[in-house]
Antibody, heavy 120, light 109 residues
């Protein structure tokens, strides 16, 4: 079955950096676009961005553009989110998510999330 | 940028009652709308995609309708496990992206 496991969350100071990872299994990793979605404590869902199946294109929400970078290693079945110039408003649980067959922009499988806290 | 507005913010109902949740888009999105359920401490779960297509394994009491700017998620008869927060989500083909609504909490009355 599809399994997505995020890691790398923690506490970081404003202006700092952090890299999140998402380990995937149970599907042909190199065939699917993958997304990052975040959720601030007690708030709604916010899409962060996604990367195409081959890593050729990446798209981001305006709120993170220029600060966050999504990448993937298809040889290791790993998805990454490099977060730089972090702000307090980036505090959230970060989920990686996978679309179903035949879709790019609907999210059918989600990890359990990893918490990022940006605080001095 | 397309904005999704969900209403009401909170819906207080009893088990067995019918729930009607609304999602309105700021401009037409055809049928590019999905619905998710999220329970406390859990990741969201996809229920409906392309406005009315129920995901395999989702109970038939969940149904979606609408097109253009106005969409509805209906739960025909609430079960205890249905009390949760529901989000709508639209997809944009260019530039590719996703936007979520603010959510509707369905709580026990």
């Amino acid at each position: 079955q599809v399994l997505l496991v995020e890691s790398g969350g923690g506490v970081v100071q404003p202006g700092g950096s952090l890299r999140l990872s998402c380990a995937a299994s149970g599907f042909t990793f190199s065939s699917y676009a993958l997304h990052w979605v975040r959720q601030a404590p007690g708030k709604g869902l916010e899409w962060v961005g996604f990367i195409r199946y081959d890593g050729s294109n990446k798209y981001y929400a305006d709120s993170v553009k220029g600060r966050f970078t999504i990448s993937r290693d298809n040889s290791k079945n790993m998805l990454y989110l490099q977060m730089n110039s972090l702000r307090t408003e980036d505090t959230a649980v970060y989920y990686c998510a996978k679309p179903p067959d035949g879709q790019w922009l609907v999210l059918s499988y989600w990890g359990q999330g990893t918490l990022v806290t940006v605080s001095s | 940028e397309i904005v999704l507005t969900q209403s009401p913010a909170t819906l207080s109902l009893s088990p067995g009652e019918r729930a009607t949740l609304s999602c309105r888009a700021s401009q037409s999105i055809s049928n590019y709308l999905a619905w998710y359920q999220q329970k406390p401490g859990q990741a969201p779960r996809l229920l409906i995609y392309d406005a009315s297509n129920r995901v395999t394994g989702i109970p038939a009491r969940f149904s979606g309708s609408g097109s253009g700017t106005d969409f509805t998620l209906t739960i025909s008869s609430l079960e205890p496990e249905d009390f949760a927060v529901y989000y709508c989500q639209q997809r944009s083909n260019w530039p590719p992206g996703v936007t979520f609504g603010g959510g509707t909490k369905v709580e026990i009355k």
